[in-house]
């Protein structure tokens, strides 16, 4: 038995939600929607793809957030968000029932809370890295000068050669 309710707009969101991981928010109406759907994006843990399905958000605004993140900004209520995007709080209200402010200490955090990017990585930085040695770093930033960014995390392992267990050991420390 499905256990949503015989509502055609919620059914056809949730399809859309479900079947397309970039679909945007579009009204007021359909955040509701994705509340009871159980949506919920972490302010503290957002990529720009989760931030790019809000209404009304522009990449550039997504890319910042998620740099402020990474840098140690923690986002407590949707007066930070806004402050941070220098835009009053009641244009961010709508958002608010998607949002949860969930507060990290370094100790709960099962992976770092600074992830790095191996294509703007420099060796010191890579060699920080759990299950990167020097050698591994020398091969990510020459591999990446030779050959360009790297795409994603497939493309990474397959350009280095890597092993599935060094990939699966890797993968909780690299952001691309």
């Not at 997504?62 to 140690?72: D, I, N, P, Q, T």
């Not at 200490?105 to 990585?121: G, R, Y």
């Amino acid at each position: 038995m499905n256990w949503l309710p015989l509502n055609p707009k919620l059914q056809k969101l949730r399809a859309k939600l479900l079947n397309d991981p970039y679909y945007r928010l579009q009204s007021g109406e359909e955040i509701q929607l994705a509340v009871k759907l159980g949506m919920r994006i972490d302010a503290n843990q957002a990529t720009v793809d989760d931030w790019l399905r809000l209404p009304g958000l522009s990449i550039h605004q997504a890319r910042s957030l998620v740099e402020l993140s990474l840098s140690g900004v923690k986002f407590y209520c949707i007066e930070d968000v806004a402050a941070a995007l220098a835009m009053p709080t009641q244009r961010l209200e709508p958002l608010k029932p998607l949002l949860n402010f969930i507060y990290y200490d370094n100790e709960s955090l099962d992976h770092p809370t600074q992830l790095v990017n191996p294509n703007t990585a420099t060796i010191e930085q890579l060699v920080k890295i759990p299950f990167m040695d020097v050698s591994l770093a020398a091969a990510v930033v020459q591999n990446r000068l030779s050959a360009g960014s790297y795409r994603n995390l497939a493309d990474f392992g397959r350009r280095l050669d890597l092993p599935g267990e060094a990939i699966a050991q890797l993968m909780y420390f690299l952001r691309f």
